[in-house]
């Protein structure tokens, strides 16, 4: 399996506007230079769900934009496909941008003839407009409301639209900028399913997809990078950056008691009723504690009713990788 994208060493630095108080009462100051990336590297393979993580101002959405050939890097270079994004006219037919908040859509004609108007912009020759625009539609399920105006749409709708305008030229990439922001819970759901099932699952497109949505990127991502401050702080599959930081492994047991002096030996992290027994919680190092514990525990008489490993989650990751800033 080839590269999709690559970025090395990436940096971009904007000057912050300054206010009229500020131009008013300080026109001398020297204006603040904000570091939107430091240093980003990142390799994004063919078909894959790579998710960018992060707070806002992380540089998800930058580091987007220079990939999408829409900014140009202060230093290092990025790649899609092989060619190099200041290659524009290489790079655009290859990528498909969705953004959280489209705005260039317009809201007076159908969304039908929005992508007519779109696939000239994208030259999609003109033989093949009609059938695509169809395809597409039916794709994304907006056939039965293509001739409505696109100010009438719902945001989950208007979202659709915005993804299937990002494949009228049929790119392999997809690149996806907190599509489901503004969404309800509903909406949301459905837009997540379509990118699992029909955009990854059927059509095998590579999405890089960022986001700030822990939920969203344990179910829709195979791999994920967590930026903060403009740096690449963690990267790897889901389960790898859930386990960061971690040295010890959690189960939680139920058990009809729980032996008094088995508090000192065992890392107790929280101890309830649990119908006529215990449910206990305990942190052990690795993988071979846990048969000597349950070794213990039967020896001490101890019924043994259930034992689950409880998994790490990204949110406590993610906590943990904020402490260390």
């Known amino acids: 399996m080839g590269h999709a994208v690559e970025a090395r060493r990436l940096e971009k630095r904007f000057t912050r ?9 300080q026109p001398f100051r020297k204006a603040e230079v904000v ?8 390799t994004i393979r063919e078909g894959e769900i790579f998710g960018l993580l992060g707070p806002n101002g992380a540089g998800k959405t930058t580091l987007l934009k220079i990939l999408s050939c829409l ?11 092989g060619h190099p994004t200041s290659r524009e006219q290489e790079v655009k037919p290859l990528i498909g941008l969705v953004h959280s908040d489209e705005r260039s859509f317009y809201w007076r004609l159908s969304g ?4 007519n108007f779109f ?48 494949m009228l030229h049929d790119p392999p990439i997809l690149l996806m900028d907190e599509p489901t922001r503004s969404l309800d819970p ?33 179910l829709l991502c195979s791999r994920i990078a967590v930026l903060m401050k403009g740096k690449v702080r963690q990267v790897g599959t889901v389960e790898e950056v859930r386990r960061w930081g971690l040295d010890t492994r959690n189960y939680e047991l139920e058990l009809d008691r729980w032996p008094a002096e088995a508090g ?16 206990i919680r305990i942190g ?9 514990m349950l070794a213990y525990l039967l020896e001490q008489g101890v019924t043994i009713r259930g034992c689950t490993q409880v998994d790490a989650d990204l949110e406590g990751a993610f906590a943990r990788i904020l402490e260390a800033e």
């Open 119 to 166: 696939s000239t912009l994208y030259e999609v020759p003109r033989e093949r407009r009609d059938g695509r625009i169809a395809e597409l539609l039916q794709k994304v399920d907006m056939d039965d409301a293509a001739d409505r105006p696109f100010a009438d749409y719902s945001s989950g709708m208007k979202q659709r639209m915005s993804i299937a305008r990002a």
């Open 112 to 115: 039908r003839q929005n992508m």
């Open 17 to 25: 506007k300054r206010s009229i108080r500020e131009l008013l009462f």
């Open 71 to 81: 900014v140009l890097p202060d230093e290092g270079s990025a790649t899609i496909g």
């Open 284 to 292: 052990l190092s690795g993988d071979d504690g846990l048969n000597p």
């Open 264 to 279: 000192g030996r065992f890392n107790v992290l929280s101890d309830r009723a649990w119908e006529d027994g215990r449910r």
């Open 35 to 42: 570091e939107a990336l430091r240093g980003v590297d990142l």
């Open 186 to 218: 509903a909406a949301a759901l459905s837009l997540r399913r379509f990118i699992q099932d029909e955009l990854s699952g059927r059509d095998r497109k590579t999405i890089v997809l960022a986001t700030h949505n822990l939920h969203e990127a344990e």
